[in-house]
């Protein structure tokens, strides 16, 4: 019985150190604007903006990586797992963030050539 008791505490702490990913904490991305009729200086702050969001989105991924290394090789499936599409999901809006932007600068030149 305590064998049992001690060897369901370990699976649920090992599980609650998966979860504690909750304490990595994901950057918010940011609203990008709409290049056609924006500003050359609003062009600038979403740039700041996006700039900023990929750094904290990379200290986050830094985070995962730090858990999933601190669970350990005997580390449950589903933990690694919900690590793993964590991590993914925040590479995904990086990217989409970025790519968003990248065509409001587009848009906003194409409308701002003299």
């Known amino acids: 019985m305590t064998f049992t008791r001690t060897l369901a505490a370990a699976g649920l702490a090992l599980y609650a150190s998966a979860a504690s990913a909750v304490d990595c904490t994901a950057p918010e991305a940011p ?44 580390a449950a499936e589903e933990a690694n797992k919900e690590l793993v599409d964590l991590y993914n999901a925040m590479v995904d809006e990086m990217k989409s963030t970025s790519e968003e932007f990248n065509s409001a600068v587009r848009t906003y030149q194409a409308a701002n050539t003299n």
Not at 35 to 50: I, P, T, Y
Not at 56 to 70: D, S, T, V
């Open 31 to 74: 609203q990008v604007i709409d290049g056609k009729n924006a500003s050359e200086q609003e062009m600038l702050e979403a740039q700041q903006a996006v700039k900023g969001f990929v750094a904290k989105g990379r200290q986050y991924i830094g985070c995962l990586k730090a858990e999933e290394q601190a669970l350990g090789d005997d």
